[in-house]
């Protein structure tokens, strides 16, 4: 892009880009087929009645997967194909959040919270990020790619000992993606690959809060099958598209953006 | 799995949960400590636990409270969170252990603010359904005027939550909190009834109250240690 320096050719600049808006097929920012936004809940159990129901033409992708089972890759890898397709896209994920994003990180150091405090101040957190990120950028016509969502909350809640449908409840609140998809990874392969990454596990993604096993290789391995059980469940009940996680990244982002795109082909 | 009430078949919980349960102003606090210390001299066990208190949550959530506008969600989650350090770390421990919990402020205060900000009234109670039910929840009755008296001479800086100032009710920061108070007063009355309230009238002098507290509390105690209760020489 070259810098518009004078009044009088900024003027020209910008018309002449609105000209080009609506002739030429990839314009700055592809816009999307508006539609009403879906919640979890309803009527009689949702968390959020109070907020107006304002149209959304952004759409919702979340991808979700255990750790090191190459979530945030896929996401850069989607986020440049998209932004290149002339999309305005966004990136979220858990444990980002201004309001506790940062004492959550705090909290995993003191591990000293409870089941149920932890899957609360999780669900804030969650919130905090859908009312002030996620929604507006829908609203603005974003594509929100979502590096997990209120499966992955959920599903350590239930391997902990909370019952499902207290979980379900309260994230009724929770709008309705467009697009979910799981990366199923072996527990085995994922050991490997944390390993290549850092040479060691992370205690909460071992599951080492539960006490499931002294040896923290077991651990992890355990509470991963654990999680991986408790997803078989979420997969069938809110349609979770299952993706093959042990092939290569190339492999798996062909996939991935193959989905989306026929997807997307038919809302912008 | 470990449901509040699945522990309970198994290990019975000794201990009693005390609430008191009111609008600011209402004087339950008072009446609470007043309690508590009739309960100490008779050599019971007590904690006295305050809504809004965990130093766990406080800690982690100060850096962001500030900065982010709270939204009626987060504001009733932080809450809940902040319950359920209390809940799974003190009240249920104790309670196990034959404590007498005295809770200022419950679940019913959630109940009540939460659903007048906009959240839905389902969801709240479902959120929080781990929580026992108390063996005593006094709610304080008392007049909006009285109460306005009461808190504004003793504490007249209004903070910006607690007067509903995120609800947009007034501009005025004393007209909101009249306002928050009176809608918080119809939730505590519409469940009144169905929770069991036992109804304490908080126009009444600090001793008449007591005294009606005690007589309530006398009635849930076991016989053995009823004939050695004593008042407070």
């Known amino acids: 892009m070259t810098r518009i320096s004078s009044r009088p050719k900024k003027t020209s600049a910008s018309t002449g880009r609105q000209k080009r808006t609506r002739s030429v097929k990839t314009d700055p920012v592809r816009s999307i087929k508006k539609r009403k936004p879906v919640w979890y809940g309803n009527s009689k159990l949702g968390g959020m009645p109070y907020l107006q129901e304002h149209d959304i033409s952004g759409r919702l992708i979340v991808i979700e997967g255990p750790d090191a089972s190459g979530r945030s890759t896929q996401i850069e890898m989607l986020t440049a194909r998209l932004e290149a397709d002339g999309f305005a896209v966004l990136n979220t994920g858990l444990k980002r959040s201004e309001l506790i994003g940062e004492g959550i990180l705090e909290a995993k150091r003191n591990v000293s919270l409870g089941k149920r405090t932890s899957a609360l101040f999780y669900a804030a957190d969650f919130a905090d990020q859908l009312e002030h990120k996620i929604i507006p950028a829908l609203q603005a016509g974003y594509v929100v790619l979502a590096d997990r969502y209120i499966y992955t909350l959920m599903a350590r809640n239930t391997v902990r000992g909370i019952r499902r449908l207290w979980s379900s409840n309260l994230y009724s609140f929770a709008l309705v993606p467009d697009l979910t998809f799981y990366l199923d990874v072996d527990p085995f392969k994922l050991v490997h690959r944390v390993f290549a990454k850092k040479q060691s596990l992370d205690y909460h993604e071992s599951g080492a809060d539960m006490g499931l096993s002294e040896d923290m290789f077991e651990s992890f391995i355990i509470y991963q099958r654990k999680l991986a059980k408790e997803f078989e469940h979420l997969k069938k009940k809110y349609g979770l598209v299952s993706i093959d996680g042990n092939k290569t990244q190339e492999q798996v982002n062909i996939i991935l953006q193959k989905q989306i795109s026929r997807f997307l082909a038919k809302v912008a | ?233």
């Open chain 2, 1 to 233: 799995m470990n449901t509040s009430r699945q522990i309970l078949k198994k290990y019975g919980i000794p201990g009693k949960l005390i609430v008191v349960e009111g609008i600011d102003g209402s004087g339950k606090s008072t009446q609470l400590r007043l309690l508590e210390k009739w309960l100490r001299f008779n050599n019971f066990e007590v904690f006295r636990t305050e809504w809004n208190s965990s130093d766990m949550v406080k800690s982690i959530t100060s850096k962001g409270k500030k900065k982010a506008n709270l939204t009626p969600t987060t504001f009733s989650l932080l809450h809940a969170t902040d319950f359920a350090d209390r809940f799974e770390r003190n009240i249920l421990p104790l309670l196990r252990a034959g404590y007498f919990v005295l809770a200022d402020r419950y679940i019913y205060t959630a109940y009540a603010r939460d659903v007048t900000r906009g959240c839905n009234r389902m969801w709240v109670r479902k959120m929080y359904d781990f929580a026992l039910k108390p063996d005593l929840a006094f709610y304080f009755r008392v007049p909006i005027d009285i109460s306005m008296d009461r808190i504004l001479s003793g504490r007249p800086k209004l903070k910006y939550y607690e007067a509903g100032m995120d609800l947009n009710l007034s501009n005025d920061i004393y007209q909101s909190y009249r306002i928050f108070q009176s809608k918080i007063i119809e939730q505590y009355e519409s469940m009144a009834k169905l929770e069991g309230f036992a109804v304490i009238d908080a126009t009444l002098g600090i001793k008449e109250q007591q005294k009606l507290m005690r007589e309530k509390i006398m009635r849930i105690l076991p016989q053995k240690t009823k004939r050695t209760i004593q008042e407070i020489p």
